[in-house]
């Protein structure tokens, strides 16, 4: 498959999107060249915090975000795991396949899940990778999914399958080969019993050789559709991708069902055998009454459905997933000391978003992140802020302090170091 010219992120192709809508996206795969800004410095950082957060699962919650597997086996075990882990001491990536390769010299993958948890660099780049191409498409994405992927190895350690999800692959380090097959390709009996999106290795073999193959090297870019079988091999090199996965089969049932459940009281963690129990055996009854736990939760599903702020959750739901373009698993809010920004500037391609409800409530949304504020004093001047700032202009923070009335001021202050922890404001 040859590649397409580079493309240069600061400087997005609108008619390159053009023509991929028209002639890739959901239809076909494409491969190019693409200079992604994403470097192996951010990853190897984003890696390192990672596993930060792995080992402080304390094996509750364990192969998240790592998912080790050695010879094609899935790691279990919390302890083995651990040993795969990188660290800081090994500098980079090739410190660290250096180091694992004395460990273990059989195949051996890495994948880290949502790993724009833990970098806003990776989740910004990917971001502004994204923004023209939905801009072009006129859709957000239900969510999208960074995972990286390390390791040397005969083939992913999944086998050949398909996701639910369109996804582009970015090359970093080393160069791994994708096979991809179309869909109709392999037919329902030859996937794995209870795993229709996967298929027995058996047939891998018989149709290695028959599908288009992609060497994916650093500077390249892989897309395929959520309905192209694949399957990654690097038997001759440690290698590095990043795959960004989009999901655009939406469920609002579900997402307003979530927020619904947001608002619910916490429920009951202990089983209790009484649960259920009525003063009199329901099974008598022609008409017997609600169990109680029943009554009391069917109680505060009402109220849920009847909360005023209920319009107001699922519109900042909606900001976020808007002004992060889909991109929701994002690294924790920072503490930033808005003096070291000054003067405040944002980026405006991706603004402020916000909506007021009477007659003083804020929803507010920036780059996934949002909050909803009760604001007594100064939300128009605030507003008047917001539009500035999504024009490109440039306000000092001192504009805060001179314009707006003292009794607004502690809490415009608390606005702007919340913008500011939401990664808004460029240095």
């Known amino acids: 498959m040859k590649p397409a010219p580079t493309q240069n992120p600061q400087s997005p192709n609108f008619e390159f999107w053009q023509q991929f809508l028209a002639n890739h996206w959901e239809q076909k795969p494409f491969f190019g060249q693409w200079d992604s800004g994403i470097t192996e410095e951010y990853l190897f950082e984003g890696m390192l915090a990672a596993a930060d957060f792995e080992l402080a699962q304390e094996q509750s919650n364990f192969c998240d975000p790592f998912r080790v597997s050695l010879d094609g086996t899935h790691v279990l075990d919390f302890e083995t ?58 859709l957000v994405p239900e969510t999208i999914e960074i995972d990286l992927f390390f390791g040397q190895y005969q083939q992913t350690h ?74 990654g091999e690097s ?90 373009c889909g991109l929701t698993a994002t690294s924790p809010p920072a503490e930033i000391d808005l003096n070291t920004l000054e003067p405040l500037k944002i980026n405006p391609t991706f603004p402020i978003h916000w909506k007021v409800f009477e ?28 539009q500035t700032w999504n024009q490109g202009q440039i306000l000092p923070l001192a504009h805060f302090l001179e314009n707006s009335a003292p009794e607004s001021q502690t809490q415009i202050h608390a606005i702007l170091d919340t913008l500011a922890s939401w990664y808004l404001f460029s240095p």
């Open 81 to 138: 795991l651990c040993a795969f882990l990188p660290a800081a001491q090994d500098c980079n990536f090739d410190g660290y396949s250096q180091r694992i390769q004395e460990q273990w010299g059989g195949d051996l993958g890495i994948q880290i899940s949502k790993i724009s948890r833990f970098s806003p660099a990776i989740w910004q780049r990917v971001r502004r990778f994204l923004a023209p191409f939905f801009d072009q498409a006129g």
């Open 158 to 231: 999944f086998g050949v399958h398909r996701d639910a999800d369109s996804t582009f692959t970015f090359g970093i380090q080393g160069e791994k080969t994708f096979r991809m097959w179309p869909f109709e390709t392999f037919s329902p009996e030859m996937a794995v019993e209870g795993w229709p999106a996967h298929i027995q290795d058996r047939y891998y073999e018989k149709f290695r050789n028959k599908g288009q193959t992609v060497p994916v090297r650093p500077g390249t870019l892989l897309y395929w559709p959520s309905s192209v079988w694949h399957v």
């Open 235 to 324: 038997p001759n090199s440690w290698s590095v991708t990043l795959a960004v996965a989009l999901t655009l089969k939406p469920d609002p049932y579900e997402r307003i069902k979530a927020i619904i459940s947001s608002l619910l009281p916490d429920p009951v963690q202990v089983v209790n055998p009484n649960f259920y129990r009525c003063d009199i055996p329901a099974r008598k009854q022609t008409t017997p009454e609600l169990a109680p736990a029943l009554a009391e939760a069917l109680a505060d599903i009402c109220a849920a459905m009847a909360n005023p702020t209920l319009d107001q959750h699922i519109c900042l739901d909606w900001l976020k997933q808007v002004s992060g």
């Open 359 to 386: 007659p003083n409530t804020l929803v507010l949304a920036a780059n996934g992140y949002g909050a909803i504020f009760q604001v007594e004093n100064g939300l128009d001047f605030l507003i008047s802020a917001f």
